[in-house]
């Protein structure tokens, strides 16, 4: 089992940057590959970045590549996601979430965190 908790989200003006952090629990935090996901308003969640559970390989989005950076670090159980050069099109709920399985899609991930929302203004 692994509980998920995400903080960071925020308000921030177009240009702008937010950490995003998601705290886990349990002793094998470092067997999951961890993702962050965001569903807007009105649409379906969709992914944006993943990492292995080394830390060695990670995938984004199209939309995120070059903003976005994810990152872990398994000393203390946690993921986090940099957003740099923020959009008013990045404003959603960002979720993070786990799997000992690879993938991008939400049907790969079996543990997911509350959210954290995140507003863009322009």
């Known amino acids: 089992q692994v509980q998920l908790v995400e903080s960071g989200g925020g308000l921030v003006q177009a240009g702008g940057s937010l950490r995003l952090s998601c705290a886990a629990s349990g002793r094998t935090f470092s067997s999951y590959r961890m993702g962050w996901f965001r569903q807007a308003p009105g649409k379906e969640r969709e992914f944006v970045a993943a990492i292995t559970g080394n830390g060695g390989i990670m995938h984004y989005a199209d939309s995120v590549k070059g903003r976005f950076t994810i990152s872990r670090d398994n000393a203390k159980n946690t993921a986090y996601l940099q957003m740099n050069s923020l959009k008013p099109e990045d404003t959603a709920v960002y979720y993070c979430?786990?799997?000992?399985?690879?993938?991008?899609?939400?049907?790969?991930?079996?543990?997911w965190g509350q959210g954290t929302q995140v507003t863009v203004s322009s």
């Open positions: 979430a786990a799997s000992p399985r690879s993938g991008v899609t939400t049907d790969v991930y079996g543990y």
